[in-house]
């Protein structure tokens, strides 16, 4: 790697809003399938470990809550990694640790050493690719961000689709263990990913302007400037809301299924059509926010999603059988890849790109312990009252919540601001530029007449007037 520096991003490197950074969109749409949606297809796999192991749903659904929890939990330890060394070492580390965590899961022998496996080292894992992925796609697209956002968080249900009936073919071929075995292998792709993250490069600097950029160099690891932002607080504070209930319906919705009598194929045929669904949701609703007339307002329209999947959990609290979970797995999934499109696209919009690698970092903290209690506790409530209809309600008031504390707060506590250079190095610049404008007349009439002067005194050569770099003005 060479001499380590902080990975900051070049500032003075304009998004190519293309090129490479298609490549780079589709290395972020593989790392979000493996992030978002293995811990949902995992929980395929629970009736399996239930019986072998003689636990409870909340036991089993520890499982997906450490992957996540790891997953945002694990924040400020990936922003420092990544500021430190960059998104490409970072990420090729990310993709063994998750694999590692597989492999060595499949060998097992209780349930606390799968939690120590397939949940820290996999979760660790998969955090170290999923963040720095985002900051690269940040860097990469200014005018089309919404879009990328959109088609990288596509990668969510894209995976789910494929990764709930394999690992159900999995579990009935190989058994669990033979099944997180080649799960584990699968996760090796996220090494070639993390490999297409080429960073950009900076434009070439004269002598008079290295020593300003080696200064620039000893920037913080962690910049926790941005919660003297009140649009950050307030969205970390609805975010960490958003997550306890988030998460809950798409890994009990299979074991609902299947405690109705139905066949685990066709009940784990439901996170397939919720998947489905929700692969057209997220691009769709990518192209809605990059509208001219919507993306000034796009934390009103990430509002209305969460509010739009907490009532459909409220409703899906009253299905009663297989059909009433399909319409619940349709609008679920509309909701569900709403969120997921705009989730980020409002984070970059609040803190801009320079702090964005921080920011992610300390959100995913304050998260991660709403996503640990998240799944466990509905799983307690449900072994108390083994009734799913409780445990849809609650996810669906927190989400709702969730939405009121976003969209209240920036309405009222949120005042609009004249846009301003986010540095100072900026700012330097647009004061310099105004000096510029603000020249006389006298003193640009003044400058003519000593060139026209200069002109008329330098001897003519072979008939061509001499040019020199005074005179190529």
């Known amino acids: 790697?060479?001499?380590?520096?902080?990975?900051?991003?070049?500032?003075?490197?304009?998004?190519?809003?293309?090129?490479?950074?298609?490549?780079?969109?589709?290395?972020?749409?593989i790392i979000t399938g493996f992030s978002y949606a293995f811990p949902k297809a995992v929980s395929v796999f629970f009736k399996e470990l239930i019986r072998e192991f003689g636990?409870?749903?909340?036991?089993?659904?520890?499982?997906?809550?450490?992957?996540?929890?790891?997953?945002?939990?694990?924040g400020p330890l990936c922003s420092v990694c990544v500021n430190r060394f960059g998104c490409r070492p970072v990420m090729l580390v990310g993709g063994l640790f998750a694999s590692m965590g597989m492999v060595i899961a499949s060998f097992c022998t209780s349930i606390v050493q799968i939690y120590l496996t397939a949940g820290v080292i996999t979760g660790l894992g998969l955090a170290l690719n999923f963040q720095p992925s985002l900051i690269m796609l940040n860097r990469y697209f200014d005018k089309r961000r919404p879009l990328a956002n959109g088609l990288s968080a596509a990668g969510s249900p894209?995976?789910?689709?494929?990764?709930?009936?394999?690992?159900?073919?999995?579990?009935?071929?190989?058994?669990?263990?033979?099944?997180?075995?080649?799960?584990?292998?699968?996760?090796?792709?996220?090494?070639v990913c993390g490999a297409l993250m080429r960073p950009l490069e900076p434009p070439k600097k004269s002598e008079a302007t290295k020593e300003p950029a080696e200064k620039k160099a000893k920037k913080k690891l962690l910049d926790f400037s941005v919660f003297k932002d009140g649009g950050f607080v307030i969205y970390t504070l609805a975010a960490s809301i958003m997550v306890l209930g988030l998460f809950v319906p798409p890994v009990f919705v299979v074991?609902?299924?299947?405690?109705?009598?139905?066949?685990?194929?066709?009940?784990?045929?439901?996170?397939?059509?919720?998947?489905?669904?929700?692969?057209?949701?997220?691009p769709i609703c990518g192209m809605v926010a990059g509208l001219k007339w919507v993306r000034p307002r796009c934390v009103y329209l990430f509002s209305f999603a969460m509010i739009f999947n907490g009532f459909t959990d409220l409703m899906g609290s009253m299905s009663v059988d297989y059909g009433g979970l399909v319409v619940f797995c349709i609008f679920f999934g509309i909701s569900y890849g709403m969120v997921g499109a705009l989730q980020f696209e409002v984070l970059m919009a609040i803190v801009g790109t320079q702090k964005f690698s921080s920011a992610i970092g300390l959100v995913l903290l304050a998260e991660a312990m709403a996503v640990l209690i998240g799944p466990p506790s509905a799983g307690k409530l449900l072994d108390l009252t083994r009734r799913y209809m409780f445990v849809f309600i609650i996810?669906?008031?927190?989400?709702?919540?969730?939405?009121?504390?976003?969209?209240?707060?920036?309405?009222?506590?949120?005042?609009?601001?004249?846009?301003?250079?986010?540095?100072?190095?900026?700012?330097?610049?647009?004061?310099?530029?105004?000096?510029?404008?603000?020249?006389?007349?006298?003193?640009?009439?003044?400058?003519?007449?000593?060139?026209?002067?200069?002109?008329?005194?330098?001897?003519?050569?072979?008939?061509?007037?001499?040019?020199?770099?005074?005179?190529?003005?």
């Open 395 to 473: 996810a669906g008031i927190e989400v709702t919540t969730s939405a009121l504390v976003l969209a209240l707060g920036n309405f009222f506590c949120i005042k609009k601001k004249p846009e301003e250079p986010h540095t100072k190095e900026a700012a330097a610049e647009r004061e310099e530029l105004n000096k510029s404008e603000d020249k006389t007349p006298e003193d640009t009439k003044v400058d003519s007449i000593e060139v026209e002067q200069f002109l008329k005194d330098e001897p003519e050569k072979n008939g061509e007037v001499v040019t020199n770099p005074e005179t190529c003005v």
């Open 158 to 191: 894209v995976f789910l689709c494929a990764l709930s009936p394999l690992g159900q073919i999995l579990q009935h071929e190989y058994g669990w263990r033979g099944g997180f075995l080649i799960l584990g292998g699968m996760l090796l792709n996220c090494c």
């Open 1 to 29: 790697m060479g001499a380590v520096v902080v990975d900051d991003g070049p500032s003075g490197v304009k998004a190519p809003d293309g090129g490479w950074g298609w490549a780079v969109l589709f290395g972020c749409f």
């Open 255 to 282: 074991s609902y299924a299947k405690d109705l009598g139905y066949q685990d194929t066709k009940a784990a045929f439901l996170l397939t059509i919720l998947g489905f669904i929700d692969i057209f949701a997220r």
């Open 55 to 74: 636990i409870g749903y909340s036991d089993t659904a520890w499982i997906s809550s450490i992957l996540l929890a790891m997953l945002y939990g694990t």
